[in-house]
């Protein structure tokens, strides 16, 4: 009956009628549909939630209630917590296999891990195949999570020989949710518009969500993009247990739009990333006639091998193909409520979940059919690994940087992953680049994970395709701003690599104590963080904004470019109280804090100098909403928030024009729509920021920002409308434009013919002035950043307006973008910065702060909210 139903609704060419009677949520073994007796002595999810499953969304601690019943419950299942999120939130995990191998879960551990090592013997013949399925990482995307009862309840209550045989065979674990953050932000709004009458209007309140919507975290990031990156708790989580358990399938449930069908893995075939094991897609190809048997069986429309190109290494589903498991993507049909209207006709949430349940249930028997040949592939592509590893001429990468809290965030980044980082036990030259014993580390590229190094460290300019689904350049320590190189041939030696790294204390030493004066270095990432916290305390502190010598009882200091002078004199605090927060300045936020002597200087501006400049403490306000780009809004709000503990008002685009901006000393607008702020609105902006407010604007904000002149800013493309409109009556403009429509080929091309001429996420390398205030604590020009779009700014005749441009010499670094968009931003503005009466307007081409990785160019943003007001516009202009 229910197969015939759900082939009815899918099947159908035009929305149905829907009557409040109709939608009655079927029991949850109707939706499984697995013709077996389930076990009574095993509480159904109704039976904990008060809820059927598609009655509601289920909030997370309704999650956490159900699988703590079934640990109760049940001798099949044992839960634990592998993590929390931003709120605090526990992500749950549940391990379910027969009795038997729940009592020997190290034993099993141990000899899957063994696998891994060179000539590993087969496992024992009782060895079960490991599966991880992970739910909910996409809060928006309900049946993703909420079929996780569905399947849990199957296993931990399913009766026969076999569910007993396959608990003997297989270790199944089951992650939900993997955002509660996002899930309960869903649940919430979906189930405050509950109606006892359910509506099947796409355009009710009820599927047409509010921002920041639910499918990213609590500050807004899209964990379906932090695999590889682990910048958020909750990926760093997952992945940490993946590790743990090496599973040999690991699956990730999504939802897509509600006009669509059924898609799984793989994507794209021929858009795969190279790293990726041609052996994992033979097996995912073969279970895939068991995925196909379940939904022909239900007469359910479905896909695979389209759209969900796996090129980047971040997602769920990509980042296990690093580490010899065979993934799986399942994307469902959504209704975004528990009805809903769609070009297949009118869908049930009930049977969403239930579709996705069955699905999992199908993945669990094609893998326990195959466990001997799940098991040689996890060995075979170790041993792959390895000799892919022997055969690469890069033998190891080599990194350093003067700022010791990035280190160690780096690092701790790579233990993660589990790769093994040495000290760098002799000095070494390479890509121009000295290298020291004591300051650098060196990670050899063949050991375990040498295909997740691979993917965090080469930097690879791609030529030989177009279409990306996501970014196509991510370089780790690129982005992070590291000094590194790779090492080639001869440069490598194995006497290169000292003692394996076993933790890494960023601490600065404690500062001598001061009577006078202390000089606070600003290279390290926490720099600012620290300054936030002096301001805070009622302190005062000037920016040094040249190459000063200090001097100290220890002898004569060179701080940098941006040293933060903090007097002992006419301060709010004592110097006792003064000095505890420069002991933790270093202690905490591993900044080098220096006791001057002296208020004259041997080389630069003195202590009391004229140059030096008043750093007063920000009260920002941060433009958010609908309107607004929710990434971007949560990666400025992470960096400033969480990263830094700065105080951050987040105020709607729609409730800006009724907001007071004089409490504001910054205005940070990220990527957005913001053509619903009138003229009476930017008149007021242009006023606060002519009497000393700070503007901030990044993407498509900036180019708000220039278009309506609240900045003088131009962008390369607005020279070139300019220069079409003088070419148009014919000649060379017209000649190019006719070869590239001869080029563009058969209508098959269109999807490539738009791919060469978008940048979809490349990296490029940009350099800055590192004297400009803007840029204070990098200690050299090259800085990379990701590039999404062609927008660049042009020259102006403010020579200094452009304190960060796209490198002279072919900006690209890694990824893709097309020969004429790298040539038309060379040397372009990759930053605009001008001073507009009292205050000043800073905009970005891009994101600065995109996915929370880049952690050099984050430094823009922080000097902008510091040092915003203190630079000049020249007084002399270019004709």
């Given at each position: 009956m229910l197969r015939t139903l759900a082939a009815a609704l899918l099947l159908s060419t035009a929305p149905a009628a829907f009557t409040a009677q109709a939608y009655e949520p079927?029991?949850?073994?109707?939706?499984?549909?697995?013709?077996?007796?389930?076990?009574?002595?095993?509480?159904?999810?109704?039976?904990?939630?008060?809820?059927?499953?598609?009655?509601?969304?289920?909030?997370?601690?309704?999650?956490?209630?159900?699988?703590?019943?079934?640990?109760?419950?049940?001798?099949?299942?044992?839960?634990?917590?592998?993590?929390?999120?931003?709120?605090?939130?526990?992500?749950?995990?549940?391990?379910?296999?027969?009795?038997?191998?729940?009592?020997?879960?190290d034993e099993i551990k141990a000899t899957q891990r063994s696998l891994l090592e060179p000539g590993a013997p087969p496992p024992p013949a009782d060895h079960p195949v490991i599966l991880q399925f992970t739910f909910g990482v996409h809060g928006s995307e309900p049946s993703s999570y909420d079929a996780a009862p569905a399947m849990l309840y199957h296993l931990a209550a399913a009766q026969g020989e076999e569910i007993e045989t396959l608990l003997e065979e297989a270790v199944i674990n089951i992650v939900v949710p993997v955002n509660p953050d996002g899930v309960n932000r869903f649940a919430q709004w979906t189930n405050m518009h509950h109606a006892s009458a359910p509506v099947a209007d796409p355009q009710s309140r009820e599927h047409y969500y509010e921002w920041p919507w639910g499918r990213t975290n609590h500050y807004y990031f899209d964990l379906n993009r932090q695999k590889l990156l682990v910048q958020q708790p909750e990926s760093r989580?997952?992945?940490?247990?993946?590790?743990?358990?090496?599973?040999?399938?690991?699956?990730?449930?999504?939802?897509?739009?509600?006009?669509?069908?059924?898609?799984?893995?793989?994507?794209?075939?021929?858009?795969?990333?190279?790293?990726?094991?041609?052996?994992?897609?033979?097996?995912?190809?073969?279970?895939?006639?068991?995925?196909?048997?379940?939904?022909?069986g239900e007469g359910a429309l479905y896909v695979t091998e389209e759209l969900f190109a796996h090129f980047y290494l971040g997602f769920g589903s990509s980042y296990p193909n690093l580490i010899g498991a065979v993934p799986y993507l399942f994307e469902q049909s959504s209704t975004r409520g528990l009805v809903r209207e769609t070009e297949f006709g009118t869908l049930r949430y009930d049977d969403k979940i239930g579709q996705q349940a069955r699905v999992g249930l199908a993945v669990i028997r094609a893998g326990q059919a195959r466990r001997s040949e799940l098991q040689a592939h996890l060995a075979g592509f170790y041993q792959e690994s390895r000799q892919l590893a022997a055969s690469d001429p890069v033998r190891a990468y080599v990194f350093s940087s003067t700022d010791r809290a990035r280190l160690a965030n780096f690092l701790d980044m790579l233990d993660v992953h589990q790769i093994e980082v040495r000290e760098l036990d002799r000095a070494v030259r390479a890509d121009g680049r000295s290298f020291e014993p004591g300051d650098a580390f060196i990670v050899v590229a063949n050991q375990t994970h040498y295909r997740v190094i691979k993917g965090l460290f080469q930097a690879e300019i791609i030529e030989d395709r177009t279409e990306f689904y996501d970014v196509s350049g991510w370089t780790q320590p690129l982005a992070w701003d590291l000094d590194y190189a790779e090492l080639r041939g001869r440069a490598f030696s194995p006497n290169l690599a000292g003692d394996v790294v076993d933790g890494f204390d960023a601490a600065a030493p404690d500062p001598d104590r001061s009577p006078y004066v202390y000089v606070m270095e600003w290279d390290s990432y926490y720099a600012p963080r620290a300054l936030y916290r002096l301001l805070d305390a009622g302190l005062r502190a000037r920016v040094i904004p040249d190459e000063t010598t200090v001097r100290t009882r220890g002898g004569e200091v060179e701080p940098g470019r941006g040293a933060i002078m903090v007097p002992i004199a006419g301060q709010e605090l004592d110097a006792d109280e003064i000095y505890e927060l420069m002991v933790r300045a270093a202690r905490e936020d591993s900044v080098t804090v220096h006791a001057a002597v002296s208020g004259i200087t041997p080389r630069g501006s003195d202590l009391g100098g004229f140059d030096l400049e008043n750093v007063e403490k920000p009260e920002i306000l941060l433009a958010t909403g609908r309107a607004v780009s929710a990434n971007d809004a949560g990666e400025y709000w992470h960096l400033l928030d969480h990263e830094m503990n700065i105080p951050v008002s987040l105020i709607d685009v729609s409730e800006m024009p009724g907001a007071s901006l004089e409490r504001y000393t910054h205005m940070i607008m990220p990527g957005g729509d913001y053509s619903s702020l009138d003229a009476d609105f930017r008149e007021r902006l242009d006023v606060w920021v002519r009497a000393g407010g700070v503007l901030i604007a990044s993407e498509s904000a900036s180019r708000w920002v220039a278009e309506h002149d609240l900045s003088s800013a131009e962008f390369l493309s607005d020279e070139e409308d300019e220069g079409e409109g003088e070419a148009s009556d014919g000649g060379e403009a017209d000649e190019a434009d006719a070869d590239e429509t001869e080029a563009a080929g058969s209508y098959d091309d269109i999807d490539r013919w738009d791919a060469e001429v978008r940048i979809s996420g490349a990296l490029f390398e940009t350099r800055a002035d590192i004297a400009h205030p803007l840029v204070f604590g990098l200690r050299d020009s090259m800085l990379a950043i990701t590039k999404l779009g062609v927008d660049g700014f042009a020259d102006s005749d403010n020579p200094f307006a452009l304190p960060v441009r796209y490198a002279q010499d072919d900006p690209l670094l890694a990824g893709y973008a097309s020969e004429e968009n790298r040539e038309e931003l060379e040397g372009a503005g990759a930053m605009h910065a001008e001073r507009r009466g009292s205050g000043s307007v800073i905009l970005f081409a891009d994101n600065p702060v995109f996915r929370g990785y880049h952690k050099g160019s984050q430094r823009l943003v922080t000097n902008a909210i510091f040092f915003g007001d203190d630079f000049r516009n020249p007084r002399r202009r270019l004709d």
């Open positions: 079927q029991p949850v073994q109707t939706l499984l549909d697995q013709g077996v007796q389930y076990d009574p002595a095993i509480p159904a999810p109704e039976d904990v939630t008060g809820f059927r499953l598609g009655e509601i969304i289920y909030p997370p601690h309704m999650h956490a209630a159900y699988v703590e019943a079934l640990g109760e419950a049940s001798e099949r299942m044992i839960v634990s917590v592998i993590g929390e999120s931003h709120f605090g939130r526990p992500i749950h995990q549940v391990t379910i296999s027969s009795p038997a191998n729940l009592a020997r879960l989580a997952v992945v940490e247990f993946t590790h743990e358990w090496m599973p040999n399938i690991a699956g990730d449930f999504h939802e897509m739009g509600s006009n669509s069908t059924f898609m799984f893995s793989p994507g794209p075939i021929e858009r795969r990333n190279p790293l990726f094991s041609d052996a994992a897609l033979e097996l995912n190809l073969d279970m895939n006639s068991v995925v196909a048997e379940q939904l022909d």
